[in-house]
């Protein structure tokens, strides 16, 4: 059984930072590729950044790339989301998730009406607003 917790939403004016925290607990295996999405008000959940440590795999979506970080600590079995320079148009929910396919071209596949990654957490919110 996949467990993921977020925390570190919050509210923040355009330009600032947080950094969003998942700690997970499960399997190895399934824990291996893990993600985070997001869903705005009136759109569907996208696809924001992976991670997979067998295969070494760091990917971002375009909208974030250059502002979010993601990283993960293994000995604590934790995922971030570092993101800087937050715009209004980052404000969303935003949920982990693992057993994820984490490869380039994540975030296409997971507009994907059958794509879904193995499990979810319950979302922390992030406003981004003056």
């Known amino acids: 059984q996949v467990q993921l917790v977020e925390s570190g939403g919050g509210f923040v004016q355009p330009g600032q930072s947080l950094r969003l925290s998942c700690a997970a607990s499960?399997?190895?295996?399934?824990?291996?590729?893990m993600g985070w999405f997001r869903q705005a008000p009136g759109k569907e959940r996208e696809a924001v950044s992976c991670i997979s440590t067998r295969d070494d795999n760091i990917h971002y979506a375009d909208s974030v790339k250059d502002r979010f970080t993601i990283t993960r600590d293994e000995g604590k079995n934790i995922i971030y989301l570092q993101m800087d320079n937050l715009k209004p148009e980052d404000t969303a929910v935003y949920y982990c998730a693992a057993g994820v396919l984490c490869y380039q071209s994540f975030d296409l596949y997971y507009k994907l009406p059958s794509a879904h990654p193995g499990y979810w957490g319950q979302g922390t919110q992030v406003t981004v607003s003056s």
């Open positions: 499960g399997s190895r295996l399934d824990l291996d590729a």
